[in-house]
């Protein structure tokens, strides 16, 4: 089973930026989807953020403006920039891939998840 692997992960002050970046090996053919997602203590895993295969991207309303997905294929990496970090941003960021998704930000849609990269967000 290929790997999905994130780093980037830290503490940071509100209004700070971190970039998270997800290795993510043999997901880069035009079916697969690659996306963010993020859980916080007590609360259900939430989709942030998906690219398609053709570069598409969907965001929840909850960060768009401040955080960017992105990928490079040539590198097998996805990446997410988080701009304007809030505290209410501080989860475990996860990457995952699925195939042929239809509700982009639906959790079951994706069936390989990576462990996940804490974020903090404290002054």
């Known amino acids: 089973q290929a790997l999905l692997v994130e780093t980037g992960g830290g503490s940071v002050q509100p209004g700070g930026s971190l970039r998270l970046s997800c290795a993510a090996a043999e997901y880069s053919a035009r079916l697969w989807s690659l996306a963010w997602f993020r859980q916080s203590p007590g609360k259900e895993r939430e989709g942030v953020s998906v690219?398609?295969?053709?570069?598409?991207?969907n965001y929840a309303s909850s960060v768009k403006g401040r955080f960017t997905i992105s990928k490079d294929n040539t590198k097998n990496t996805l990446y997410l920039q988080m701009n304007n970090l809030e505290y209410e941003n501080t989860a475990m960021y996860y990457c995952?891939?699925?195939?042929?998704?239809?509700?982009?930000?639906?959790?079951?849609?994706?069936?390989?998840w990576g462990q996940g990269t804490q974020v903090t967000v404290s002054s």
């Open positions: 995952a891939a699925g195939y042929m998704v239809a509700d982009k930000l639906r959790e079951l849609e994706y069936n390989y």
């Open positions: 690219i398609d295969g053709d570069e598409t991207t």
